[in-house]
């Protein structure tokens, strides 16, 4: 009776081990893709994967769009949601690890010729120029507080795709978004070299992958944060913009 109560334990904990975890994305490049076969590639789900390997876990990436991704973990039907951020709001329902997957890189962004490389963070004088951002995109508090009052103006666009090609035909002076999303689409442009970063970031927001909290347990995410703080020690980020971005 005891052998059979050891051979049952040995099965059950076996099963434990091979669980796969469903995550909800959405397309998000250069940080979630699908490839020609419709699966999920880009640097954070490598970056999942990668963590998520090393506990014996494999990722089942479903990837839709933000309100449908979104509400299926905060309804607990999936297990995790990439990419989002950290609010007090959000911790009601979700387990964050402590480590971040990356910052986005919020930037004022210009064609290479650009004379200027460097912003003096007065926004007055951007007035001057034609400026573009994302619709509805949040950049930085202090950018988002300046348009609010009118201190200068922009012109809106409907994708980053769109933000970028206008910059690229000269149609805008500068745009503002996030760094690597610009630089993989004047890659695919063939256009690589031919816009430049006006330093310093506007802001930089910090993503994660949370955890639905009737769905994992906190000492999973710690152990999973584990793995991913490792990881990016060992370089991991930099492999995967290299990877993506050129």
């Known amino acids: 009776m005891?052998?059979?109560?050891?051979f049952l334990l040995i099965i059950s904990s076996g099963l434990c081990q091979a669980k796969t975890i469903e995550i909800q994305g959405f397309v998000f490049p250069p940080y979630i893709m699908l490839n020609d076969q419709g699966k999920a590639e880009g640097i954070i789900v490598e970056l999942v994967q990668r963590s998520l390997d090393k506990l014996n876990v494999?990722?089942?990436?479903?990837?839709?769009?933000?309100?449908?991704?979104?509400?299926?973990?905060?309804?607990?039907?999936?297990?995790?949601?990439?990419?989002?951020?950290?609010?007090?709001?959000?911790?009601?329902?979700?387990?964050?690890?402590?480590?971040?997957?990356?910052l986005l890189d919020q930037h004022?962004?210009?064609?290479?010729?650009w004379q200027e490389s460097r912003?003096?963070?007065?926004?007055?004088?951007?007035?001057?120029?034609?400026?573009?951002?994302?619709r509805n995109a949040r950049?930085?508090?202090?950018?988002?507080?300046?348009?609010?009052?009118?201190?200068?103006?922009?012109?809106?666009?409907?994708s980053v795709e769109g933000l970028v090609k206008s910059l690229l035909r000269g149609r805008l002076d500068m745009i503002a978004t996030d760094s690597r999303?610009?630089?993989?689409?004047?890659?695919?442009?063939?256009?690589?070299e031919?816009?430049?970063?006006?330093k310093p970031a506007l802001g930089q927001v910090p993503v994660y992958l949370a955890f639905s909290k009737q769905q994992v347990d906190q000492e999973f995410v710690e152990r999973f944060n584990q793995q991913l703080k490792l990881l990016l020690e060992q370089g991991a980020l930099e492999q995967l913009e290299a990877k993506y971005l050129h």
């Open 58 to 102: 494999e990722a089942d990436f479903q990837i839709s769009n933000w309100a449908r991704a979104f509400a299926k973990v905060k309804s607990h039907q999936s297990q995790g949601l990439i990419p989002t951020m950290r609010t007090a709001d959000r911790e009601a329902y979700f387990y964050y690890p402590d480590t971040a997957f990356l």
């Open 139 to 158: 950049i930085s508090p202090d950018f988002d507080q300046a348009l609010s009052e009118q201190v200068f103006d922009v012109e809106k666009h409907n």
């Open 108 to 113: 004022l962004i210009a064609q290479s010729s």
């Open 181 to 192: 999303q610009a630089q993989l689409i004047a890659t695919q442009e063939g256009q690589a």
């Open 2 to 6: 005891k052998l059979l109560a050891v």
């Open 119 to 134: 912003f003096s963070g007065d926004y007055a004088e951007l007035d001057d120029y034609r400026i573009g951002k994302v």
């Open 194 to 198: 031919a816009i430049k970063l006006i």
